[in-house]
Nanobody, 114 residues
């Protein structure tokens, strides 16, 4: 069982920055992929950014503004979010793919005011 705990969400003005953290209960080097997803009210949960080994991928809407990174020693994955826009408002979820199963955190709310 893999447990994920997100932190770092909050309220920020448009143009501001936030960094989300995801603490993982197991060695993240054993995860096939780590990622961040988000879900706005009434919408589906969409991929924001993901990392697997040396490969990273981003949603087109966040390219150039968001950066996913990992600290293997701390078993933590980060999402640095810059130049935030009101449309980035959502609940952000950390995801881990391990042994062909997906694990999710409880989510952290990010609200961007205009």
């Amino acid at each position: 069982q893999v447990q994920l705990v997100e932190s770092g969400g909050g309220l920020v003005q448009a143009g501001g920055s936030l960094t989300l953290s995801c603490a993982v209960s197991q060695n993240i080097l054993s995860m096939y992929m780590m990622g961040w997803y988000r879900q706005a009210p009434g919408k589906q949960r969409d991929l924001v950014a993901a990392t697997a080994g040396d490969i990273t991928r981003y949603a087109d809407s966040v390219k150039g503004r968001f950066t996913i990174s990992r600290d293997n020693a701390k078993n933590t994955v980060y999402l640095q979010m810059n130049s935030l826009k009101p449309e980035d408002t959502a609940v952000y979820y950390c995801n881990a793919n391990y042994n062909f199963r997906d694990y999710w955190g409880q989510g952290t709310q990010v609200t961007v005011s205009s």
